[in-house]
């Protein structure tokens, strides 16, 4: 499994605007840390502006940062599953554009396996219509700009977009998954 110096895992997941993942899985149980940023395009456009063009190639992403012991792989595809629309082809509700685009960056032959199968398993299960999810392997990842960062915590309901979007999600995921939140400091 992808690991960091200190021996924690990485997942790169893709489902729309960074803002939503980022703010779910903060509050998950064995996640230490998650940074937004880009995958899937090149360093030269790796940046809001060009990305948002919809012509880098590149899909908002986070990369998450967890302990396996704590909690697995296929676990934070369960929630990746549930928190944003597989099956729309290069749009998560009002975002629309490839950078949008719903995506499994794997940093391992046994992501991508898990993946695979967790998307099997989900066509199944979750959705009605076909799931669209890319699944390659990790190329590069490109942070994003720092304002990006820790955005809905620092931003919250005050922005209307936060409050329409992020609020639901966050408690959806509350709800579904009240047994893997953190505890609460």
Known sequence: MATTPSSQAIATLGGGCFWCLEAVYQRLRGVTEVVSGYAGGDAATANYEAVCSGRTQHAEVVQIHYDPAQVSYAEILDIFWTIHDPTTPNRQGNDVGPQYRSAIFTHDPEQAAIAAASAREVA??????????????????????????????????????????????????????????????
């Open 124 to 185: 199944t299960q979750l959705w009605d219509d076909p799931i669209v999810t890319e699944i390659t392997p990790l190329e590069a990842f490109y942070p994003g700009e720092g304002y990006h960062q820790n955005y809905y915590n620092n931003v919250g309901d005050r922005n209307p977009y936060c409050s329409f979007i992020i609020t639901p999600k966050v408690n959806k995921f509350r709800q579904r998954f009240a047994d893997k939140l953190k505890p609460v400091s």
